[in-house]
Nanobody
Framework: QVRLVESGGGLVQAGGSLRLSCATS????????MDWYRQAPGKQRELVAA???????NYVDSVKGRFTISRDNAKNTVALQMNSLKPEDTAVYYCHTGGRLLDYWGQGTQVTVSS
């Protein structure tokens, strides 16, 4: 049974910070690439950040220099540190990994950035 559970979302003023966490179970975490996606109202879900099994990272241009994805293989968790937040970062943020045939998603955590 694969399970991804996000936490850490909330309401923050522009310029503030939040740290999202994703706890995983049912996967061989150390072998998996992990991703963070977000979806704002009326918009398509977009890939925000990705980290490979070896720790290499990639980010969408709009968050480069502000967000950092990291993983802790001892705890089977992946985090997204979000700094210098902007109102346009407001979205539901989802943890994701690929399975044998399916994509696995967390339930999402709401991030709201006020101006």
């Amino acid at each position: 049974q694969v399970r991804l559970v996000e936490s850490g979302g909330g309401l923050v003023q522009a310029g503030g910070s939040l740290r999202l966490s994703c706890a995983t179970s049912g996967i061989i975490f150390s072998l998996k690439a992990m991703d963070w996606y977000r979806q704002a109202p009326g918009k398509q879900r977009e890939l925000v950040a990705a980290i490979s099994s070896t720790g290499s990272t990639n980010y969408v241009d709009s968050v480069k220099g502000r967000f950092t994805i990291s993983r802790d293989n001892a705890k089977n968790t992946v985090a997204l540190q979000m700094n210098s937040l902007k109102p346009e970062d407001t979205a539901v943020y989802y943890c994701h990994t690929g399975g044998r045939l399916l994509d696995y998603w967390g339930q999402g955590t709401q991030v709201t950035v006020s101006s």
